[in-house]
């Protein structure tokens, strides 16, 4: 079962591309490690809920971590301007097990080159009866997985 976020547009077929994911801020100066600052942060990429237990009382100074409802549907910056004009700097942000989102269908757990909706050749079907070209198809698509999963591994 998966809890999604309730909006007035809910529908039952859809589900919300809102979900609650922690966002690391590595190596963030020590004096924006505040509340105010770190909500400010957080508001850059949807609705701040809560900061870690370690960012509120900063116990571990390499990362800031801030749970935040993000609309996973779109692209977000990996890197944020953080401070004044002239004294500000580039800061990373990493975005923690973002889960795959199908754009088609509104569903989540699949992308859209997966979506047995738009690719109904896609459906369950024994491999060695698939034609050729049907093979490769099956094969670009677990390579796609396969790349995913490193890279979230890195
Ligand atoms: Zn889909």
């Known amino acids: 079962m998966r809890v999604l976020k309730w909006t007035p547009f ?3 077929k859809e589900e919300s591309p809102i979900v609650p994911i922690w966002i690391s801020f590595l190596n963030l100066r020590l ?5 105010k600052v770190l909500h400010a942060l957080g508001a850059i990429f949807g609705r701040p809920l809560q900061t870690d237990q370690a ?20 692209n977000h910056a990996k890197e944020i301007w953080v401070g004044s004009k002239a004294y500000g700097y580039l800061q990373k942000v990493e975005f923690e097990k973002v889960s795959d989102f199908c754009h088609h269908c509104k569903m989540h757990g699949h992308v859209v080159s997966e979506c047995f909706k738009l690719h109904h050749d896609l459906k369950k079907q024994p491999y060695a009866s698939l034609d050729k070209g ?13 790349c995913f999963l490193i890279l979230m591994l890195l």
Do not use: G, Y
């Open 134 to 146: 049907k093979k490769l198809r099956k094969i670009a698509v677990l390579m796609n997985k396969i």
């Open 10 to 12: 809910f529908d039952v």
């Open 55 to 74: 960012t509120a009382t900063r116990t571990r100074p390499l990362v800031a971590r801030v749970l935040v409802e993000v609309d996973i549907s779109k």
């Open 31 to 35: 004096h924006f490690f505040n509340p």
